[in-house]
């Protein structure tokens, strides 16, 4: 009986770990345990090599999601996902700074054939060049993605907090009068809760770019100047080998960090830009850029214009001049088409409504029945006992109840025109 227990438990434990890993719960601890170990432990080149190649294509992943998603609210995780990134980023660093400043006296190949890779293919051979380059990604990530995305968090949390009564109500009154279910008017205020969160925790979200930034910047000058420190006084090199070997490795760990690091902040202003916007961007863009053919045909005589002024190469304003005048020409036929089958659809969704039927009245309506008298017949109508409007009326009732047949009021009118004994109907 204990063979069964053991078993049982075993397997329960196996079972649980393999359902927590489908889950994604152990996958997420272990990934965050992986981030702290490497900003502990040193990292063999092999794996930092596997490290820096997720970095980019979670960098990368987390870009094609914003742009594919119709609403901010489809990727409510994404500041979690951007500190999540952004630890990976800062412990890569740590590990880099670790390999660079141990091994960096041995050459170029201390730190990995990632970092190597990126240091030959922006550099070469000009270190200076690397420097430039990773400065100018500084600056586009840190003055001007970051800072942008950061404002435009910021306001938009700040609007979405003093809307949020307002809305409450408005979804209120609608439920109140009947336009909305209950389910749904929980859903807008479920949405409309994730709506502020989400946009208050992108406010915060953006500092974690814009330190990820300044740490990186840090991270660089102490890298070189303790490569050059490290190379002259402990390993004999001298200081124009120790400049080179540290500041190819430094330059070629940054590229790898802010390049993954500007993808993020993209992504980031991608996001808290398309308030208001729905569908996915690519989808946004070419609709609302088709819809005015004069802009692109105003862009084509720009390009024109530029392509014959001297001094200026023929060839690519020409093939620009060219490529927006077809996208006008071809976007203006599609505009006039379109509109022209809404007319011919709304003419025949008009031609196929029913006429309003007539009402029951009408078909029930009877013609008048006019008598008219001679001037000698008049003593009939107000005669004493015999009244000749009394005995029309009484026919008419007579004729219903034993007929069924209602005859429709008699009009007596006197005829001076007709002799004094004669009468017509």
């Known amino acids: 009986m204990a063979e069964p227990a053991a078993g049982t438990a075993g397997g329960f434990g196996f079972d649980s770990l393999k359902a927590s890993m489908a889950r994604g719960d152990v996958l997420l601890a272990l990934g965050i345990i992986c981030i702290v170990c490497g900003l502990i432990f040193p990292l063999p080149t092999w794996l930092l090599d596997i490290s820096l190649a997720l970095s980019i294509t979670f960098s990368v992943l ?9 609403r901010p609210l489809d990727f409510t995780t994404f500041p979690t996902t951007l500190l999540i990134a952004t630890m990976l980023r800062l412990s890569l660093n740590v590990a880099t700074t670790r390999l660079i400043l141990a091994g960096g ?12 890779a990126f240091g030959a293919f922006i550099m070469g051979d000009n270190f200076v060049i690397g420097l430039i380059v990773f400065g100018i990604l500084i600056i586009i990530n840190f003055v001007v993605i970051t800072k942008g995305s950061g404002r ?7 609007f979405s907090l003093d ?4 809305k409450q109500m408005a979804i209120d009154s609608d439920m109140s009068a009947g336009l909305i279910t209950e389910e749904e008017a929980r859903k807008r205020r ?8 989400f946009y208050g925790a992108m406010d915060g979200a953006a500092k974690f770019v814009r330190g990820d930034a300044i740490a990186g910047l840090i991270i ?3 890298n070189i100047i303790g490569g050059i420190v490290i190379g002259t006084l402990q390993h004999d090199l001298d200081i124009g080998e120790a400049t080179h070997t540290y500041t190819y490795l430094t330059v070629g760990d940054g590229l790898v960090s802010q390049i993954p ?10 996001l808290v830009s398309k308030g208001g916007v729905s569908g996915s961007a690519d989808k946004a863009l070419f609709k609302q850029f088709s819809q005015y053919p004069k802009g692109l045909a105003l862009t084509s005589g720009t390009m024109s214009f530029m392509a014959v002024m001297p001094g200026l190469p023929f060839l690519p304003f020409a093939t620009l001049a060219a490529l927006t005048g077809f996208l006008s020409y071809y976007l203006q036929k599609e505009l006039i088409r379109t509109n022209q089958q809404r007319l011919q659809l709304a003419a025949s969704e008009a031609s196929k409504v029913k006429p309003a039927e007539e009402p029951i009245s009408k078909s029930l309506a009877m013609d008048i029945i006019r008598l008219e008298l001679g001037y000698g017949l008049l003593a009939l109508v107000n005669g004493e006992g ?10 008419r009732r007579q004729l219903a109840e034993e007929m069924g047949v209602v005859l429709p009021s008699v009009r007596i009118q006197d005829n001076l025109q007709l002799p004094a004994s004669d009468y017509i109907v």
Do not use: C, W, Y
């Open 62 to 70: 987390i870009l094609m999601t914003v742009l594919f998603i119709e």
């Open 105 to 116: 006296h041995e050459g170029i190949d201390a730190a990995g054939h990632v970092i190597k």
């Open 152 to 158: 435009i968090a910021e306001v938009a949390a700040r």
């Open 163 to 166: 809307a949020m009564p307002g």
């Open 190 to 197: 479920t949405d409309l809760e994730q709506e502020s969160n």
């Open 220 to 222: 660089t000058f102490v």
């Open 261 to 270: 690091a500007l993808l993020v902040s993209i992504a980031a202003g991608l």
């Open 386 to 395: 015999h009244k000749l409007t009394d005995q029309v009326k009484g026919l």
